[in-house]
Nanobody
């Protein structure tokens, strides 16, 4: 059973930055697509970013393009999300997801087999 643990969340002012980390254990991520999702109160979980197994390609939700950067270190079994120019609307619980189903839509939560417990990001205006 894969274990994903997110960290790095916190409270920042608008315009600030945070770096989220996702540590995988009992599971090797090097061959897996990995993603970040977020869920704000009363809203559906939405895909934020996807990174390919090698780390050379990524896709982003339109709402975060140019501000967020996803990266990975397969040697450390880690995935990261660098978030800059944060806005109040970025506030949410952020989740790491692993193992995208073949041919599935990356931004759908049902497309993944494994999830972390989430880390809270709060952005004050």
């Amino acid at each position: 059973q894969a274990q994903l643990v997110e960290s790095g969340g916190g409270s920042v002012q608008a315009g600030g930055s945070l770096r989220l980390s996702c540590a995988a254990s009992v599971y090797v991520i090097s061959s897996k697509f990995m993603a970040w999702f977020r869920q704000a109160p009363g809203k559906e979980r939405e895909g934020v970013a996807l990174i390919n197994p090698g780390g050379g390609s990524a896709v982003y939700a339109d709402s975060v393009k140019g501000r967020f950067t996803v990266s990975r270190d397969n040697a450390k079994n880690m995935v990261y999300l660098e978030m800059n120019s944060l806005k109040p609307e970025d506030a949410a619980v952020y989740y790491c997801a692993a193992d995208l189903h073949h041919g599935a839509i990356w931004s759908r939560p049902s497309s993944y087999n494994y999830w972390g417990q989430g880390t809270q990001v709060t952005v004050s205006s």
